[in-house]
């Protein structure tokens, strides 16, 4: 097996040879589909998502057959790690959410490889793609209607759920700015096609989107992404921002800012104030051309602090993230250590990654705050060096994670 793909581990048995033998030779299904190549990365994506969906309500693996044509013949495709990787890379590339739970692997049928994707039912429908809900009925997959995306959200149980996917039975849909989200945050989310059907009530687009309930009761993250005020109804859902004229926290404030906005107005209102707080510096010695440096790089802050409200415990912490700006350093903080299959001795490491917090994930996806899931400490450590920063350091406990960042 190559070492290169993200394989992520699934509740039940592998599936045998002779099951796989059967599979490949029978007619397509509801949990099956065969691919002779991965020429069409759209079609593979789509499959992806409807299994992840499992409209029939199986609650059992749905199977991508890569090197099979549709008679069930093998096509003795070269199964390389690049072909893996490709396959692999369908859960993190940021255009299927929530991201699905699958596993990549090379298997052999009668001596022939091929390559086998084993997709997972959600505890969290529906799942699109670019906006887009794909189910399979039989062997035909398809976009689902508006009762059926109905029917995928009303299969959600809430025990089951992410603290951030739970409903917060205090609050109610007039806490919600509804205008912020048809705005904002829908026309980011859904395909147009979606937003034309008109049948859509705004309960049942807050539902599909894990921002409420079926009855229309916010959810952590509707309130964290589009509520009112927040902070009234999740304690720890903002930002503190001191900047401080020294190198202690005793020394003088020179400004502190609370943002406890909705996730919409938070994130560009933070990047604003990353933005005027970076110092560049300009080299005039260096011939006609001018040189310019911050002391620190934007993509860098932005990677690190929206990791920082994306991986935080909403759950068990009040306290906010905090971004400490001293004169000889920045430091970073959220309550929350590791979580999932990142520990503290695997924190930072390429490839592994899980989400405490996947609906926010999903929202600050959709607004285009991330670009690509997993990638975002590699990012900034990049950015750093390629200014001249030194290596940033973490701190990783099991109920915080700090990073500390000093200047070129």
């Known amino acids: 097996m190559p070492t290169g793909p993200v394989v992520i581990m699934s509740a039940v048995p592998p599936i045998s040879d002779d099951e796989l033998r059967q599979i490949s030779k029978d007619l397509e299904s509801d949990r099956v589909e065969r691919k ?9 994506a789509q499959a992806v998502c409807a299994f992840a969906n499992d409209l029939p309500g199986h609650g059992l693996p749905g199977y991508l057959l890569i090197g099979v044509d549709d008679a069930g013949e093998l096509t003795a495709l070269a199964i390389t790690d690049s072909l893996l990787l490709g396959l692999a890379d369908l859960r993190d590339d940021g255009n299927i959410l929530p991201r699905p739970s699958i596993t990549v692997g090379k298997r052999a049928i009668d001596g022939v490889e091929i390559a ?39 299969r959600r149980r809430a025990a089951d759920l992410p603290f951030d996917a739970r409903p917060l039975p205090s609050a109610s849909i007039a806490d919600l700015d509804i205008d912020l989200f048809e705005r904002t945050y ?7 096609e979606v937003l034309a059907a008109n049948e859509r009530s705004v309960v049942h687009q807050l539902a599909a989107l894990r921002l409420a309930g079926p009855d229309g009761v916010p959810t952590v993250a509707g309130m964290v992404a589009v509520g009112r005020e927040p902070v009234s109804f999740v304690a720890g859902a903002f930002v503190q921002f001191l900047r401080i004229d020294g190198t ?3 020394d003088n404030v020179l400004a502190a800012h609370r943002i406890g906005s909705p996730l919409p107005e938070l994130l560009p209102e933070l990047d604003e104030l990353l933005r005027v707080n970076v110092r560049t510096s300009v ?34 912490s009040t306290a906010p993230v905090r971004i400490t700006w001293l004169s000889d350093r920045i430091e970073i903080q959220n309550p929350g250590g590791p979580f999932g299959q990142v520990t503290v001795d695997n924190f930072g490491q390429p490839g592994v990654t ?20 997993g990638v975002g400490i590699a990012t900034a450590r990049k950015a750093l060096a390629e200014n001249g920063n030194p290596e940033p350091f973490f701190e990783v406990e099991q109920t915080h994670i700090a990073v500390t960042v000093r200047p070129a």
């Open 36 to 44: 002779e190549a991965l020429a069409d990365r759209d079609k593979l």
């Open 116 to 154: 086998l994707v084993e997709v997972m039912p959600s505890n969290a429908p529906p799942v699109r793609y670019r906006g887009r809900t794909w189910i399979r009925v039989g062997p035909r997959r398809a976009i689902a209607t508006a009762e059926e995306e109905a029917r995928l959200s009303e």
């Open 186 to 192: 829908l026309r980011a989310a859904l395909a147009p």
């Open 248 to 250: 202690e926290l005793t």
């Open 283 to 316: 080299d005039l010695t260096s011939g006609p051309i001018e040189l310019r440096q911050p002391d620190y790089p934007l993509v860098a802050l932005q990677q690190l602090t929206r990791n920082a409200l994306m991986h935080r415990n909403y759950e068990t």
């Open 354 to 373: 899980d989400y405490r917090n996947p609906t926010i994930a999903e929202v600050m996806g959709q607004l285009g705050y991330v670009q690509r899931f």
